[in-house]
């Protein structure tokens, strides 16, 4: 008997949505529209329209829907298809698409070039290993003369470590304060953890891309360099999609169980400040914060209650943004969009939704836990002119250390 949820279509967006595991029944769509009611993008820009875009695909209407500008400006956020009756997907269908056009090799030029830095040197923005090791070093000194104890080290390529910390190439390049707050986290946890020199970039870009053959290559990157130096747990920075994907696509990409848990930091600092191991004194954050849910962490990653510990604890004020959690609106640059110019437009569009809503609740400080949403937030204050402080968890934590 035929698969009743299958797409009456073998369109190439169709056979490829086949095969995902989740959310690929399009076949079952009921038109209800909740879709359409409940994205940030098709409520700022009305051409974009993701009940079109299911249609389109549902259809087997393949050389409209890649044509179509949505491909590249939805940000894979699930709010669409979070009460979809039917459980589908719209993350599902719009990587399936995208990975047809990545197998044309018709992919936004950074996206594939980032792709291709990961693969060659193993980082995104290709920082050479010795660098990471140097950039290491410097951090431990710092934090060495912070402590006034200059026998602090950070561990590289410490077999039986517990943790292995995997950070994002921004704390490398253009955001240090990220990657040094981190660290001072780890350290202060006081169990055995370590930096791998084989590995130091947490983003998989072949999620963005729906190429589910690069995205297990540079996965099998960190795999290797974890399983060598046996580790329990990796221990991810705070990356949305870097975070989602090891807990989600991690093992369909692998073909296996990973060889060791994944946790991200923002849970550890979160779990030390509870179990008292980390003192946090909440002047050290002064002013009104607020904290904005990054999609992949909080509504597809259930990381929802660690962020509220930690703004409890450690900021003077704290003020959550409505609507949160599970309904969080997107910042407008997640799924890739942020590394994809021609959708920048749509993008400073969709996130004055996010300005207003962060306007409205008085805060000048915003908090999140994905280093991608900081810098779309960063990106929007600047375009929507309103000034804004913008915080990852870790930093906050870092800040507010006693
Ligand atoms: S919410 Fe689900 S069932 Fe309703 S129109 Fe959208 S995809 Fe179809
Ligand atoms: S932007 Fe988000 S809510 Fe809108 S269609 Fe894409 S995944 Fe759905």
């Given amino acids: 008997m035929s698969d009743p949820r299958a797409l009456k279509t073998s369109s ?20 209800c529209g909740a879709c359409l009611s409940r994205c ?18 549902r259809n087997g209407f393949d050389d409209l829907a890649l044509a179509s500008r949505f491909v590249w400006t939805c ?44 693969l060659e040197t193993g ?27 200059p026998s602090i080290t950070f561990p590289m390529d410490q077999p039986g470590a517990r943790y292995l910390y995997l950070p994002n190439p921004r704390e490398l390049t253009v955001n240090p304060g990220i990657f040094s707050a981190n660290l001072k986290i780890l350290h202060l946890l006081g169990e055995p953890w370590t930096l791998s020199s084989a590995c130091s970039d947490v983003t998989n870009w072949g999620y963005f ?30 990356c949305g999609h870097g975070y989602k994907s090891y807990t989600y696509d991690a093992e369909r990409w692998l073909g296996r169980p990973l060889p060791f848990r994944v946790e991200v930091i923002s849970r550890l600092a979160a779990q030390g400040i509870e179990a008292g191991t980390l003192k946090v004194d909440p002047s050290k954050n002064p002013g009104l914060h607020t904290y904005h849910d990054p999609c992949n962490m909080g509504r597809k990653a259930d990381l929802l209650d660690p962020p509220r510990v930690i703004m409890n ?25 942020d590394r994809v110019p021609e959708s920048h437009d749509v993008r400073n569009q969709v996130g004055g939704l996010k300005i207003d809503q962060i306007k409205r609740s ?37 800040n507010a250390l006693v």
């Fill in 12 to 31: 190439e967006v169709s056979v490829r949505l086949a095969a995902e595991p989740r959310g690929n029944n399009l076949g079952q769509c009921q038109d």
């Fill in 40 to 57: 940030p993008l098709g409520e700022s820009v009305p051409e974009m329209n993701p009940r079109k875009f299911l249609h389109l695909v």
């Fill in 75 to 118: 940000t894979l956020c699930n709010r669409c298809t979070h009460d979809c009756p039917t459980g589908i997907l719209m993350e599902e269908v719009v990587r399936a698409a995208r990975g047809v056009l990545s197998s044309r090799g018709e992919l936004p030029k950074p996206l594939a070039l980032g792709i291709t830095s990961r």
């Fill in 123 to 149: 980082s995104v923005s290709e920082v050479p290993k010795e660098e990471y090791i140097e950039h290491a070093e410097w951090m431990a000194e710092e934090l060495g003369m912070e402590l006034d104890d």
């Fill in 209 to 238: 891309t729906g190429d589910d053959e690069a995205a297990r290559k540079i996965l099998s990157q960190v795999v290797e360099a974890g399983e060598k130096l046996g580790i329990e747990t990796l221990v991810v920075t705070e």
């Fill in 313 to 337: 604890a450690a900021v003077s004020e704290f003020v959550e943004l409505s609507p949160n959690r599970m309904e969080s609106l997107c910042c407008g640059g997640g799924g890739g969009v």
């Fill in 362 to 398: 008085g805060a000048d400080i915003v908090v999140t836990g994905c280093l991608s949403c900081q810098s779309t937030l960063g990106a929007l204050a600047q375009h929507h002119k309103h000034k804004l402080k913008i915080l990852t968890l870790g930093q906050t934590v870092a």
